[in-house]
């Protein structure tokens, strides 16, 4: 069964696909009806908030008030980043819910440490590599139904952070969720146009027997037959018992308690491989970030399964160039990033996948040495292919939602969860007695290989390549910003094009988010579905000058100008000399930052 990536459009297949027709030049998009700014970078869309006592930056406005709230009745900047997950788990179900992974790393001002949290979950143990490439039916696992399906790791991801950082009770930071499910929230703009698309696709998705079971998700995601539009009031009395049961008995009642049960019974029901036990053995993993010098400043990403290294691997080579001196209009500025992805993102096809099964080079790909054999094969040309970096044997968009928050004492959390693909699987859980368990689960098990040589190879227990990646800045030991870029392969690129507008262009927190942005798309991945061999496609937003444009096409980019790839951004920069915490917020997604 070959699924075709329901994000790749006609524009982005025709620069990929070998053999293509090359595409036409990109023409300028009309001009924005937008006003002027006397202040700061001029395309800054507001200014940057500022507190002293306590911040949050999250993708809903709602959310960002639950965070201030929870730090408000003394919790840590841990119990308000789990309250404002738990309420985007309900609010933009498009991006997130206890139905997906979690990523974190944690400022600890008390032991002056970065902690870093993998709470990604596995693949069932009752699944060979051979079983599912016949259930498959290709060398494609399908986006959706329960061939995408690992456990889900975000409630273990709570428990973890809570156990360790946690002031308040974990009832007490799951409240504000319970209570907006139980009377109802306003959907907000850009989340309802996600969610009636993604309405859409299921029904395509399950009338072709794709997604298994339609009725749970029309159920819950569709009251009264149809998906919520901007400003209607959504409630969602499943996920409110679920969250009960969650407060009430802890985290490990999603894993061995009746809610494992009810979703083990599920997957059997439908097919599935997964088994109780594959929840019950299931646990979150503290793990130590890594990072970079770059100018001064250490840039921290998680090790893989993730790709954070990738956003490193960038920055190593980009720290060659004088892009200050380039400048942001300059095709040289472009070119460079985007042949610095492409290096990149060779080594993460190839290498990238978890390291309890592989032997990854983590060191060795975010080194400066290595770095320098890289830049070397940048030139004045586009790389049309571009091969891994290490002679080393054996080894897309996503929805998800970023969150930062920061509390009085110092402590500063960078959080990433997410469903990955469209929503998620299309498969919602039910407790047999018709009520559904209020919540998606997630389709990352989409992103494994079943090549059985490749690294990221699906086996037993084994957890998939993960897009999702949380991000921290630090100088001189001092906890500098959190901050983050979800967007499946957007997030490595945007996190070094932030630390560039910030490190080499001055930009506040703010305008670092709101600065124009490339996106470039290749076939190299980590499914081991295609290799680049036309350059890919460079993706680019309004505020790119057709003059650079065109000096990019003349050094063999194929551009192309569009909206909707480029990610949602938040952060919270923290002043080294005063304290005081600046916050930014996407002005592409529905959030805000606030503080106190």
Same mark, same amino acid.
């Given at each position: ?175 504000? *969720?319970?209570?907006? %499910? =139980?009377?109802?929230? @306003? $959907? #907000?703009?850009?989340?309802?146009? +996600? ?84 929840? *019950?053995?299931?646990? %979150? =993993?503290?793990?130590? @970030? $890594? #990072?970079?010098?770059?100018?001064? +400043? ?84 586009? *790389? ?213």
């Amino acid at each position: 069964m070959k699924i075709v990536r329901n994000l790749v459009g006609a524009a982005m297949m025709a620069a990929l696909v070998p053999g293509a027709s090359v595409a036409a030049p990109a023409e300028q998009p009309p001009r924005k009806d937008q006003g002027d700014r006397y202040e700061g970078f001029a395309g800054q869309t507001r200014s940057p908030v500022l507190a002293t006592h306590g911040m949050a930056a999250t993708s809903q406005p709602l959310a960002t008030g639950v965070a201030l709230d929870i730090l408000k009745q003394g919790g840590s900047a841990v119990d308000a980043a789990i309250a404002a997950n738990a309420a985007l788990g309900l609010m933009e179900p498009t991006g997130n819910g206890i139905g997906g992974d979690l990523f974190a790393i944690v400022w600890d001002p008390d032991t002056k440490k970065l902690y870093g949290l993998n709470a990604s979950g596995r693949a069932p143990m009752g699944q060979s590599l051979a079983d599912l490439r016949e259930a498959s039916g290709g060398d494609d696992i399908p986006d959706y139904g329960w061939r995408s399906v690992t456990v889900p790791g975000a409630v273990s991801g709570w428990a973890a952070l809570h156990e360790r950082f946690g002031k308040l009770p974990l009832g007490a930071d799951l409240a504000p *969720a319970i209570y907006y %499910a =139980e009377h109802g929230y @306003p $959907v #907000s703009e850009l989340i309802a146009w +996600y969610w009636n698309r993604s309405m859409g696709n299921f029904a395509d998705l399950s009338a072709e027997g794709i997604v298994e079971e339609g009725e749970n998700w029309r159920q819950l995601f569709m009251p009264g037959g149809k998906a919520p539009q901007a400003g209607e009031v959504f409630v969602n009395k499943d996920l409110a018992r679920t969250l009960k049961t969650i407060a009430e008995q802890g985290p490990d009642s999603f894993y061995t308690g009746e809610l494992a049960r009810d979703m083990a019974a599920y997957f059997e029901r439908i097919g599935a491989p997964h088994r109780y036990e594959d929840f *019950a053995s299931h646990e %979150a =993993e503290w793990v130590d @970030p $890594v #990072s970079v010098d770059y100018r001064g +400043y250490d840039v921290w990403e998680l090790p893989p399964n993730s790709q954070g290294i990738a956003a490193l691997q960038m920055l190593t080579i980009l720290e060659g160039y004088d892009l200050k001196a380039m400048g942001r209009d300059s095709g040289e500025f472009w070119h460079v990033m985007t042949e610095a992805k492409k290096l990149a993102f060779a080594d993460r096809a190839h290498y990238y996948a978890d390291m309890a099964f592989s032997d990854v080079p983590v060191e060795r790909l975010i080194s400066e040495d290595y770095a320098a054999e890289r830049r070397k094969l940048i030139g004045d040309k586009a *790389a049309m292919s571009v091969e891994p970096g290490l002679d080393t044997s054996g080894i897309d968009a996503g929805d998800t939602i970023y969150l930062t928050t920061a509390d009085s004492s110092g402590m500063m959390v960078s959080l990433i969860q997410s469903n990955y693909r469209g929503m998620g699987s299309g498969l919602v859980a039910d407790d047999g007695e018709g009520h559904t368990l209020g919540f998606m689960f997630q389709d990352r098990g989409a992103q494994f290989a079943l090549d059985p040589d490749h690294a990221n190879a699906y086996a037993p227990g084994k957890r998939p390549f993960q897009t999702i990646i949380p991000a921290f800045m630090t100088k001189d030991d001092v906890p500098l910003m959190s901050f983050g870029l979800m967007g499946g392969a957007m997030q490595p690129q945007g996190h070094a094009q932030i630390v560039v507008n910030m490190v080499d262009f001055g930009m506040n927190v703010q305008a670092a988010g709101d600065a124009a942005r490339f996106h470039h798309e290749q076939a190299d991945e980590p499914t081991a579905l295609g290799k680049m061999t036309d350059g890919g496609l460079l993706q680019v937003e309004s505020g790119v000058p057709i003059e650079v444009v065109r000096d990019l096409e003349a050094r063999g980019q194929t551009v192309e100008y569009t909206t909707g790839p480029f990610g949602g951004y938040q952060a919270i920069y923290r002043d080294p000399e005063t304290g005081v915490y600046w916050g930014a917020s996407e002005m592409r997604k529905d959030g805000h930052a606030a503080g106190y």
